[in-house]
């Protein structure tokens, strides 16, 4: 039998008729008020979707092979200690390795010894370089620029910290300089807009930041050959495995509008705002939903994080256990090719096309308002995420958004004073900044705070 006889079994139901029976089935309870709800970013989901709610919408496909790589996230302080760890993770499932430079100036020869030889990716992220630092570490860099990608995001910098590395005009001249002098190779732009979802942004707003973030590079900056973005994944599945769609749609319009040659590059990792120090195996849930719609999302690179980054400093164990869970939906959930299975979700659809038109709404706000800079110099930008953590914080503090093991289903033999090799907590330091940097924060922070004191 072929799909269309099939099909021609069944009398089509519209919409309508759908929303008919389930007012029936309701018994008298309001459609309306029982079962469509309304998101953080303003959307209303429905509780079901047919080909009516995309009938007069563009859709947006992935690439028809949208591959992802196991990426490795490893803290360096030690260049030695860091080259061997890459080793071992390569050999035991990672795909790509992701430098997070803690400290500077670094033996670059040690760090990058044998792995450079290889055709796994390998990232270098100096968001956290010093200031003293910053020139003699793009200099030590030099020779090895061609084969790793390069991650600096000085806007990202400011945003997070409230400081340039070294003042606007002379990070803007190193960035451009060091983009000149590699124009061939893979260095590009480097985005960070987990900044602002790890402190509370919602999903529309993550995607207007990003793409208005990355306006103030392309304003600066005449032909990077490429554009990493970093995004951070919460727990609202189908909002992100949308999130990321809506950005890739986004930034095709802008450069197809803008005639640019940039490639996209999307790195996921789970978001730290819902992760939580009691029940802390919940984590494992968490970040095992968080990359499979980073993976359904069309990501480039997948990075875990341990289930007990915020209490542990890293170790073997809990990261053998977050590269394994990616292992896993790689190669026995067959998550290789998982984007493809979104395609004619009308739910997906609709979410998309609605995340992306509110976004480039915002998008269009702040461009007109003067930009990404301006807005973020006046603190608004930091006044619209710290708008929304708070309503999100309020509906966790409420028990309407609820995370299992902490204001749901709590045990209240969980004691953790003991367990804490590190402070969980956001630590306020006192020092003198340009703008209001933008923190990231976790919903479960007051609570275990208080949860500790009673132990």
């Not at 110099?377 to 309020?394: C, L, N, T």
Request: hydrophobic letters at 40%; proline letters at 4%.
């Amino acid at each position: 039998m072929t799909k269309t006889a099939l099909f021609s079994e069944f009398t089509p139901v519209t919409a309508k008729q759908w929303k008919q029976k389930i007012q029936y089935d309701l018994k008298g309870a309001d459609y309306n008020d029982t079962l469509v709800w309304e998101s953080i970013e303003g959307i209303k989901v429905k509780p079901f979707y047919n080909a009516e709610d995309v009938s007069d919408i563009p859709k947006y496909r992935l690439p028809k092979k949208q591959i992802w790589n196991i990426g490795e996230y490893i803290s360096v302080t030690d260049a030695e200690i860091a080259n061997k760890k890459a080793k071992q993770a390569l050999n035991k499932g990672a795909e790509a390795i992701y430098f997070v430079l803690e400290t500077t100036p670094t033996h670059f020869p040690a760090l990058f010894h044998e792995l450079l030889d290889t055709e796994h990716p390998i990232h270098l992220d100096l968001t956290t370089l010093e200031v003293e630092g910053f020139e003699q570490a793009i200099q030590e860099l030099n020779p090895y620029l061609s084969k790793i990608h390069l991650h600096i995001d000085t806007i990202g910098h400011l945003a997070k910290s409230g400081n340039w590395y070294l003042s606007m005009e002379k990070d803007k001249e190193l960035l451009k300089s060091l983009l000149d002098k590699t124009a061939k190779n893979h260095v590009g732009l480097s985005i960070d807009a987990s900044i602002y979802g790890n402190a509370g942004a919602n999903c529309v707003q993550q995607l207007a930041y990003a793409l208005a973030h990355t306006t103030e590079y392309l304003n600066q900056i005449e032909n990077p050959i490429s554009l990493n973005t970093t995004f951070a994944v919460g727990g609202n599945y189908f909002f992100e495995i949308a999130k990321l769609r809506a950005y890739r749609w986004l930034w095709e319009s802008l450069r197809t509008e803008h005639n640019l040659a940039h490639q996209l590059r999307i790195i996921a990792k789970p978001a730290t705002r819902n992760k939580t120090i009691y029940d802390y195996n919940v984590n494992l849930l968490r970040t095992s939903t968080e990359c499979m719609a980073a993976v359904l999302g069309g990501a480039d690179m997948v990075v875990n994080h341990p289930y007990d980054l915020l209490y542990k400093y890293p170790h073997e164990f809990s990261e053998r256990i977050a590269r394994n869970q990616l292992l896993l939906l790689k190669e026995e959930a067959y998550f290789n090719d998982a984007p493809a299975t979104t395609e004619g979700s009308y739910f997906l659809d609709s979410l998309t096309y609605q995340l992306a038109q509110k976004a480039l709404e915002l998008y269009q706000q702040i461009e007109a308002s003067g930009g990404f800079l301006v807005n973020l110099k006046k603190g608004i930008i930091q006044k619209k995420v710290k708008e929304v953590a708070e309503k999100e914080q309020q509906l966790f503090d409420d028990g309407i958004l609820k995370l299992i093991g902490t204001n749901l289903f709590q045990n209240k033999a969980d004691k953790m004073g003991g367990a804490l090799d590190k402070n969980p907590f956001l630590q306020k330091k006192s020092r003198k900044t340009l703008i209001p940097p933008i923190v990231a924060t976790r919903l479960a922070e007051k609570l275990e705070k208080k949860r500790l004191e009673n132990e």
